[in-house]
């Protein structure tokens, strides 16, 4: 049986990120969203107006009905690599508004919280090993930091634990020196003594 999206989330609501995150690799790159089944579609459809962060999905889902059929199945016929990045992408984001990967917004705040209270220092160094984790974006800069600045690490690993390619990476890394070079050392000014 084909992997569906639903199976995916419901693994990270058990705090396996892994298959969700997996999936999600294999759109990778800029123009993921390009075979999105969403494109050129109303956004709009995809932004229920009765739904929110705090918003009780079930009573979003009883009051919306119907209205919510045609986003929920252009969600489930999207190739599924598109729909978990899609996913993903919104938790990186903290993205509170919107249907997302098949979820409300209501209905991924559960995980949003999970995204983001993650041991941001085990999962760095996680990330710097090569193993895949969920990152929240100060987790991913710090580990870009390390890797610009520690030559010792392997590229190898560090892309497959960030999720991108070494060409990417590299760029990553020249970006954030090139982005310190400019602070230097802070001028010390020295008060002569009194005579
Ligand atoms: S999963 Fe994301 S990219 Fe795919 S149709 Fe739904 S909102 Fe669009």
């Given at each position: 049986m084909s992997t569906v999206i639903s199976s995916l989330i419901e693994a990270a609501h058990r705090g396996n990120w892994l298959p969700l995150i997996e999936e999600s690799k294999?759109?990778?790159?800029?123009?993921?969203?390009?075979?999105?089944?969403?494109?050129?579609?109303?956004?709009n459809v995809f932004v229920?107006?009765?739904?929110?962060?705090?918003?009780?999905p079930d009573s979003v889902k009883a009051k919306l009905g119907i209205s919510l059929n045609r986003p929920r199945n252009l969600c489930a016929s999207c190739p599924l690599a598109v729909a978990a990045r899609c996913l993903v992408e919104s938790l990186k984001d903290d993205d509170e508004y919107g249907i997302r990967g098949s979820l409300l917004a209501s209905e991924r705040s559960e995980l949003r919280r999970a995204w983001q209270d993650q041991d941001t220092e085990k999962a760095v160094e996680g990330a710097l090993r090569g193993c895949t984790a969920a990152l929240t974006k100060p987790a991913r800069d710090a580990v870009i930091a390390r890797f610009a600045t520690d030559?010792?690490?392997?590229a190898a690993a560090v892309a497959r634990g960030l999720g991108v390619t070494h060409e990417y990476l590299l760029k990553l890394a020249r970006r954030y020196r090139k982005s310190q070079a400019g602070r230097g050392t802070p001028t010390v000014h020295v008060v002569p003594d009194a005579a």
């Open positions: 294999k759109a990778p790159g800029k123009h993921w969203a390009e075979s999105a089944r969403c494109v050129n579609q109303d956004i229920p107006l009765a739904d929110g962060p705090r918003e009780d030559p010792s690490l392997d």
